[in-house]
């Protein structure tokens, strides 16, 4: 789909483009918290809202890389108080075979966050972003995947 | 008795040494008393077993060292065979004794054994015996 | 059926005739004995804080030797085996240990070696089916204490003998060789151990403490399973009973006096002339003797 | 070609203050499948949701976003209004431009705010177009309930769905209802007779027309889901005619055997024909087939020969019936730890040590004793009585490491009852902390020292032994550090609540959580104390883990309360974000139905036409899934997807980043 907003602030600075995918019950609410309190966080982050983490599929991941993300966060409840019981476990228990996945498909874990906000850490989500974004930044544009897209898209994909 | 505790008490760097040598952890103790009510000798022991797992937590390990607890211990593992944290004061006071011996200080010189009984006693009380109080 | 067994340096010498006793026995009951070629004092003590490695060497070294000659090792002090089961138990359990061990004592031992007390050969390998109709000389009437001690159980994770609480191995046999045991309080508490060395009011109390019980539960006779239970309470006897409190001293023997007696062997031969207490005149006011 | 409308709301200066509202409506209009644009003040105002309907209407729009505030704010408000309008609910998608923008980019010049609001509905715009249109599930909901367990809390969840109007079916494993708590003497802290207090409730039970008790009886196996339970339940022959027996008790005068009565913990005996107390309910006596001489051994028979009405059948079987039920209450109680486990305290073996609850059988003016606290060796009034405890509980090597929390209130009873019924008795109690946390809890305990004399020492005891005719307990007192021993002519042992025998059996054939002490998992220890995991299926009282009466009743009210709420209607609406099965994918791997944290996943049968089972497949019950996604990720042959948010959907909005 359209390209998507550049690399660059109007000011000219390189500005990381990160994506979070978030369960709906504690990290959502946490970070509705944070704007009902009217905290202030970097504009970096762009939200995918999942019923709970254990929805995450691996290739979301690489998907959000291969669409110019230069760092993805997942974030849900914390253990124990997964609305559905287990379901973040389940994610956790995959997390580890899916380390290695990331690594062969080139990624660089340190451009993978993951963490743990509840529905009332509206703090905690707000240092997380800004925390996240200064790595990232820090880290510079992912530039792997550059073009991967486009060229998945010639081939007709 | 009056104590001053200050986080160096707590954190004490002798007690964790202490714990080190024993693999026991002074705080899973939670002064249930059941030791002190099992051990034989916890009547004649100046600072009782239940004691002294209170006073390593406060991080007062001098007064322990200064106490004749050690030394009467008999190591019949009662303490640890009914205490329901698991805790070992048998290898804590034996922690604390060896930790003495090596700096070669002991209550009982070997002089001090009464002749007679070197001769009639069996081997195994010797040897016992002179590892606890010698080292 | 051979075991293996390790006498450790008390039987050799003050307690004799618990060795002599055990060994006639158990040819009585269809096994033998067969000494370890090899073997040194295991240390008397096992070392209660985990730092304290070479305190493990000794009994290593008696268990590596056990090891070149079967599968399983047999002892009959209760401070011999405890350290020696105990020592088994890290070896087989830590490897990081039993390299460092290994390395002392320059071996390859792997804490194979299966730790039997004499109590359980009897129990689990002879059965106290066929120690009973062994029997030729019933403990008949005798009112007997079972007296554990400390090393026999405890810790229970590490040994488990029996149930740490309320064991009945020692009774069992007792009762197999057609004497009454008796249940008395302490007969799992401590008689003193090592404090014989140097502190002698603490042996007393302990060791009394553990007569009077048993004699007040109706004990004419105290069985032990270790020589310095044995040591101690015979030589509390007379301080115990001098203190006034109405105790009047009571024969203390071996098990394997108790078993070899019923098992009808000479009792000249049993060794009772080294204990310090006499157990004639019971013998003969029960018409054993 | 889809016809999507977007509609921006300013949220008066709420979202206008940092984002360009206009701007983000123009720009999404630049889009393909986007026909009609606008941004507006208030969209949740009523002229809001008006104009919304308006325009779906004139530009036949099949999908709209609402760029405005967090979905957990107006999610409903809009599908509803989208529904007026004539479209599915679900074609109607949110966009969070408030919460994740105008609030938390206080930037004026409303670059980033915009920026982002942008982003953020142009991807919710590629998800929308791959939405597919959803239903509410509805479910049919049965109302009638099954209780399982008849002690207080199940007794009250009982009368309590009665009383509102269901019918209710109590299933009891016992001959008779009550539970532990018929054993009681008196109860703290108000110190009522346990008696007077529980057997008007159990009558009430028995009488009560919308309640059948099935004693004796069984769950035997649970089937269905919320609303639609089919449970089967074991109903264990009695050996009596429970319709025709008149409770005369002639068959129990006559009957000439005996044997330990499992209701009186050992302390008295009761006969093979029998009822567990005089107060049972229903009063009617059940053979204990096992020692029975008729039954064994075909001899005796005297209790039919006396029974009047003739009810009793040697011959019974088990039967097993099915019930038809909506809703699930699990109120199955707890047991006390056995105390063989503490050799140290010479239970089992010195006789009068005892377990509290024998003791509160001694208190008892129904007990083995008519209430006289008389020692069970040799009858005698004991002048000493040493309570101890924590016996098994907070003791992580040899019982549990959980507080029991109801023994040091029992505790402090029993010495209460003890000094009012033996004067110049004294009571000791050697205790570790008192945990009185409750309404009137601590006067109680301190009444049970100031008033009644109890002598409490902080300690554990190590061990208890017999010394000429004597129970000796050595303890310590921590508080002065010494060694204590006492004389005592009786021990009580107040021993750890653990859960039944049995409950993980009970508890797998429900499909409901248990921890590591068998306790049932509530839903969530705070905000659903009596829910499940698995929909329509409640918990009360002590199979949770330790409680009071007072606690008990209140869950089991609780419990009642949602039980009444589910059949409040006569289908129940879910959210139609469930997972769905592709089945000529799917290859039977069954990842899925180990990793559904719900087992909401069957294995199902695909027959060809005359009935062979040619494969296998993964089967969703809409009934029970909650959506959570965790199959769908699970899956390798990407053969399930979560409806709401299927594989599509998320990728496009990645795709759209
Ligand atoms: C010694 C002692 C004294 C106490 N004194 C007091 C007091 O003074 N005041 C106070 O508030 N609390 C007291 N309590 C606590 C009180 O007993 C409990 O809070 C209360 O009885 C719990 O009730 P319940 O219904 O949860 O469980 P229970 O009374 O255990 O009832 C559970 C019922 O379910 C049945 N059941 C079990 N499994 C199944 C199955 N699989 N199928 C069918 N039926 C089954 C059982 O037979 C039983 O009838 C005391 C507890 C003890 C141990
Ligand atoms: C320091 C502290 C920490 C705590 N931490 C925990 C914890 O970690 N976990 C836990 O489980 N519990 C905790 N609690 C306990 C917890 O706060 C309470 O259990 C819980 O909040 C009680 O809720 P409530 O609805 O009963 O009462 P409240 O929260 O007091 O609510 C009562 C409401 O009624 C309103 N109201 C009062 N009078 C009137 C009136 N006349 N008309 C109309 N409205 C009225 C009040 O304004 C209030 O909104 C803690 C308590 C304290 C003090
Ligand atoms: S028995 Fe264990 S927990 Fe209790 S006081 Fe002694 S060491 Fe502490
Ligand atoms: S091992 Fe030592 S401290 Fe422990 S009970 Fe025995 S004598 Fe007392
Ligand atoms: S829809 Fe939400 S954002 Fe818009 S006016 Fe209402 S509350 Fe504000
Ligand atoms: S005699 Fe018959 S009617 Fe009377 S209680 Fe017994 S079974 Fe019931
Ligand atoms: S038939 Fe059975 S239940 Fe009836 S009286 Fe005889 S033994 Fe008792
Ligand atoms: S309620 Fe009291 S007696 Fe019971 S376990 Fe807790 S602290 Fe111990
Ligand atoms: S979505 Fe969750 S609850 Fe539903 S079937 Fe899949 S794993 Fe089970
Ligand atoms: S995980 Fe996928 S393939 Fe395996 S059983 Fe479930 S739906 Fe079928």
Redesign the interface.
């Known amino acids: 789909?359209?390209g998507?907003?550049e690399h660059t602030t109007?000011t000219g600075g390189y500005e990381p483009?990160i994506?979070a995918f978030v369960c709906n019950w504690c990290t959502?609410?946490g970070?509705?918290l944070?704007?009902?309190s009217?905290?202030?966080?970097r504009?970096n982050v762009?939200?995918?809202?999942?019923?709970?983490t254990?929805?995450?599929?691996p290739l979301?991941i690489i998907?959000?890389f291969e669409?110019?993300?230069d760092g993805v966060l997942v974030s849900g409840c914390h253990p124990g108080d997964c609305?559905?019981?287990?379901?973040n476990y389940?994610?956790r228990r995959?997390w580890i075979g899916f380390k290695n996945l990331m690594e062969f498909a080139g990624i660089d874990m340190r451009r993978l966050h993951f963490s743990w906000v509840s529905a009332s850490e509206a703090i905690k989500w707000?240092d997380l972003i800004n925390k996240v974004t200064d790595e990232i930044k820090a880290l510079g544009p992912f530039m792997e995947y550059k073009g991967l897209k486009e060229k998945s898209a010639e081939q007709g994909e | 008795m009056k104590i001053r505790l200050g986080n160096e008490d707590i954190q004490s760097a002798s007690v964790r040494r202490l714990e080190r040598i024993t693999g026991e952890d002074v705080k899973r103790c939670?002064?249930?008393?059941?030791?002190?009510?099992?051990?034989p000798v916890?009547?004649a022991m100046e600072i009782?077993p239940?004691?002294v797992m209170r006073f390593l937590q406060l991080g007062n390990i001098e007064e322990v060292q200064n106490a004749n607890s050690m030394w009467l211990c008999v190591g019949c593992l009662?303490c640890y065979s009914?205490?329901?944290?698991?805790v070992s004061v048998a290898a804590i006071l034996e922690g604390m004794r060896q930790e003495t011996l090596r700096k070669g200080e002991s209550r009982t010189e070997v002089k001090e054994v009464p002749f007679p009984f070197l001769k009639k006693a069996p081997q195994q009380a010797i040897v016992c015996g002179f590892r606890k109080f010698v080292g | 059926m051979k075991i293996p067994y390790y006498p450790g340096c008390t039987l050799n010498t003050v307690a004799k005739q618990f060795d002599t006793s055990a060994r006639e026995s158990a040819s009585s009951v269809g096994f033998e004995m067969k000494e370890l070629a090899q073997w040194n004092c295991c240390g008397a003590t096992f070392p209660l804080t985990p730092d304290n490695v070479i305190g493990l060497t000794a009994p290593a070294k008696v268990l590596s030797n056990a090891s070149k000659e079967g599968d399983t090792l047999t002892t009959l002090c209760a401070v011999c085996y405890n350290v020696l089961k105990r020592t088994n138990k890290v070896i087989r359990d830590n490897r990081e240990k039993r390299n460092v061990i290994n390395g002392f004592i320059e071996e390859e031992y792997d804490g194979s070696v299966n730790i039997l007390h004499y109590l359980e050969v009897l129990r689990d390998k002879v059965g106290f089916d066929k120690v009973k109709a062994s029997v030729k000389r019933p403990l008949k009437g005798i009112k007997a204490a079972t007296y554990y001690g400390c090393m026999l159980l405890r810790p229970f994770e590490d040994i488990g003998i029996d149930?740490?609480?309320?064991p009945t191995i020692f009774e069992d046999l007792l009762a197999a060789l057609g004497a009454e045991p008796v249940?008395f309080?302490?007969k799992i508490e401590c008689c003193g151990a090592h404090l014989a060395m140097n502190n002698e009011e603490v042996v007393t109390t302990l060791s009394g403490k553990v007569m009077t019980?048993a004699v007040?539960a109706g004990a004419e006779l105290i069985v032990t399973t270790c020589p310095l239970c044995q040591f101690n309470l015979e030589k509390s006897q007379p301080k115990v009973a001098e203190a006034g409190s109405g105790y009047s001293p009571v024969p203390v023997i071996y098990f394997t006096q108790a078993l070899g007696l019923a098992l009808g062997q000479d009792i000249a031969t049993l060794g009772f002339e080294k204990n310090s207490s006499d157990i004639m005149p019971l013998l003969k006011k029960k018409g054993i003797a | 070609m889809p016809r999507i409308g977007v509609f921006v709301c300013q949220c008066g200066n709420n979202i206008a203050a940092t984002v360009d509202t206009k701007k983000v409506a123009e720009e999404m209009g630049k889009?393909p499948g986007v026909v009609y644009t606008c941004d507006y003040k208030f969209m949740c105002s009523s002229p809001g949701q008006e104009m919304l309907k308006q325009a779906i209407k004139e530009n036949k729009l099949d999908g709209l976003i609402v760029s405005a505030c967090?979905?957990?704010m107006h999610e409903k408000t809009f599908r509803k209004a989208a529904e007026a309008a004539g479209l599915n609910p679900y074609q109607c998608e949110i966009t969070?431009i408030?919460?994740?923008?105008s609030?938390?980019?206080?930037?004026k010049t409303k670059?980033?705010?915009t920026?982002?609001s942008?982003?953020?509905t142009?991807?919710t715009i590629?998800r929308l177009k791959k939405n597919q249109p959803l239903n509410k599930i509805k479910i049919p909901v049965k109302k009638k309930a099954v209780v399982i367990g008849g002690g207080i809390a199940g007794i009250q969840a009982a009368l309590d769905i009665a009383e509102g109007g269901r019918e209710v079916i109590l299933v009891e494993k016992e001959p008779s209802i009550g539970g532990n708590m018929a054993r009681l003497s008196e109860t703290f802290p108000t110190m009522d007779c346990s008696q007077c207090i529980l057997t008007p409730k159990m009558v009430e039970a028995e009488l009560n027309e919308r309640i059948t008790l099935y004693t004796y009886s069984e769950v035997e196996k649970v089937d269905g889901y919320i609303g639609n339970f089919t449970v089967t339940v074991r109903r264990k022959a009695k050996y009596v005619d429970e319709e025709r027996c008149t409770g005369c008790g002639e068959c129990i005068e006559k009957c000439p055997f005996k044997v330990e009565s499992a209701f009186e913990l050992g302390l008295s005996k009761r006969k093979v024909i029998y009822t567990p107390f005089p107060q049972s309910v229903p009063n009617v006596p059940v053979i204990d087939a096992p020692n029975c001489t008729k039954i064994q051994k075909d001899k005796c028979g005297a209790c039919a020969i006396v029974c009047g009405p003739k009810c009793i059948d040697f011959k019974m079987e088990d039967k097993l019936e099915t019930v038809e039920a909506g809703a699930i209450v699990v109120a199955t109680g707890y047991q006390n730890m056995p105390n063989e486990r503490?050799?140290?305290y010479g239970y089992g073996?010195i006789k009068d040590v005892i377990s509290g609850m024998q003791f509160e059988r001694l208190a008892s003016s129904s007990g083995p004793t008519g209430g006289e606290i008389r020692r069970p060796s040799d009858g005698k009034v004991p002048q000493s009585v040493v309570f101890i405890q924590?016996v098994g509980s907070?003791?992580?090597?040899?019982?549990v490491s959980y507080c029991s929390k109801i023994c040091c209130m029992y505790t402090a009873k029993h010495t209460k009852l003890y000094s009012h019924k033996v004067h110049g008795g004294q009571s000791y109690v050697f205790y570790?902390d008192i945990r009185s946390g409750g309404k009137r809890y601590e006067e109680f305990v301190r009444g049970a020292i100031e008033h009644d004399g109890a002598m409490y020492l902080?300690?554990?005891?190590?061990?208890v032994?017999?010394?000429?005719g004597k129970i000796?307990v050595?303890?310590?007192?921590?508080l002065s550090?010494?060694?204590?021993e006492i004389e005592a002519d009786m021990v009580v042992l107040a021993t750890a609540v653990v859960s039944r025998d049995g409950a993980d059996t009970l508890a797998q054939r429900l499909g409901i959580?248990y921890d590591k002490y068998k306790f049932y998992n509530e839903?969530h220890p705070k905000l659903k104390p009596v829910e499940t995991?698995t929909a329509g299926i409640y918990l009360a009282g002590t199979c949770m883990g330790p409680m009071d009466i007072p606690e008990s009743v209140a869950q089991g009210s609780a419990a009642a309360s949602k039980v009444l709420a589910l059949f409040s209607a006569d289908e129940m609406a879910r959210e139609p974000?469930t997972s769905v099965v592709n089945r000529t994918t799917c290859n039977a791997c069954w990842d899925c139905l180990t990793?559904c944290?719900?087992t909401a996943i069957e294995r199902e049968a695909i027959k060809d036409r005359q009935g062979n089972v040619v494969r296998w497949v993964a089967k969703v019950n809409d009934g029970v899934c909650?959506?959570?996604?965790?199959c769908?990720?699970?899956c390798r042959s990407k053969s399930i997807d979560?409806k709401g948010?299927t594989?599509e959907q998320?990728?496009a909005?990645?795709?759209?980043?």
């Not at chain 4, 909005?653 to 980043?657: G, S, V």
Request: glycine content about 12%; overall charge positive; hydrophobic content about 30%.
């Open positions: 789909m359209s998507h907003t109007p483009k994506m959502y609410a970070a509705d944070a704007g009902t009217r905290m202030e966080y504009p762009r939200i995918i809202k999942l019923p709970c254990g929805r995450i599929d979301f998907k959000a669409n110019g993300a609305h559905y019981t287990t379901g389940h994610a995959r707000v | 939670y002064q249930c008393g059941n030791c002190s009510g099992g051990c916890s009547y009782p239940t004691k009662q009914r205490c329901p944290q698991g | 149930k740490a609480e309320r249940e309080a302490n019980s007040g | 889009l967090s979905p957990h969070n408030r919460e994740q923008c609030w938390v980019h206080h930037d670059a980033a705010g920026v982002k942008i982003d953020l142009r991807m590629q503490f050799g140290e073996r924590c907070r003791d992580e090597k040899k019982g570790m902080r300690g554990r005891v190590s061990r032994y017999e010394k000429d000796m050595q303890g310590a007192d921590t550090g010494s060694q204590v959580g839903y995991v974000i990793a944290p719900y909650q959506g959570c996604g965790v769908v990720a699970a979560l948010y594989d998320v990728f909005a990645i795709n759209a980043f």
